[in-house]
């Protein structure tokens, strides 16, 4: 049972239930009563901002939101956006060796490689996905490759696609790609660096949530959703996964994070990497 705290505004178990049932279904995560806390916190700032009493008269707010405007607001706010650029390293390095490899002999007719990186985030993953192509180099001279990059946030997705972070966001990565693929930010802009246009040329962002019904003009190549299942409950992983393998060539390639399955949600997919996955049918 969650303990009622003093706090700026009322803030009861019947609120959260609301709010945590309206992000469900618009998200698809589940949220779990540990985040009674976190719920507060950063929906507080709104409580705030539009000048209500307390979370009942928020959640009227809500209720009442015929433009849908308030519930994007509200995902906004709850929704967790850990990334950093080459998170889980392996990936990109398989992509590299072993994926590009291979579409260069099954895509040789076409030419051309899609990735969608699908939860971008801020944009680290994408960034990351660009800087891997373009080292790449030689192996894809000639061809037609690009990334669609999607999350559900609206206001991470402004910072991806301005593509400026602060320096100790690159910290991990080598002086030599820093310097091949950030400007560095002079005066005012000290502390920051910007990605360059030709990493920005090879990203189209937008803004897509999963729990919708979409499909994708064309069959991809590569879909990135790392760290995203996880907050699904069974049957939304399975349709979730249902939806990625309608939409890969068969032969492409899903990688999820570190800490996710597809063990019982998929018979679509083999294993054949640290949590890479291939198409089977």
Known sequence: MVEEKQREFRFTRKDFDFLRTISNQRTGIVVTDDKYDM??????RRVRSLGLRDFAAYCDYVRNDASGTEVLELVNAITTNLTAFFRENHHFDY????????????????????????????????????????????????????????????????TAARGVYAQDRVKGMSPARLKRWFLRGKGEN?????????????????????????QMDEPLDVIFCRNVIIYFDKETKIRLIEKFARNLKTGGHLFVGHSESLNQISQRFELIGNTVYRKVA
């Open 190 to 214: 000290a502390g920051l660096v910007r990605v360059k246009p030709t990493l920005q040329e090879l990203i189209q962002f937008g803004q897509l949530n999963l729990m919708d019904e979409w």
């Open 39 to 44: 719920f507060y916190s950063r929906l507080s």
């Open 95 to 158: 992509l590299v060796q072993k994926v590009i490899p291979q579409i260069k002999k099954t895509n040789a007719s076409s030419r051309s490689l899609k990735i969608w990186s699908a939860g971008c985030s801020t944009g680290e993953e994408p960034y990351s996905l660009a800087i891997s192509l373009r080292e790449a180099g030689s192996a894809l001279t000639g061809w037609q490759h690009g990334i669609l990059a999607t999350d559900i946030d609206s206001n991470v997705l402004a």
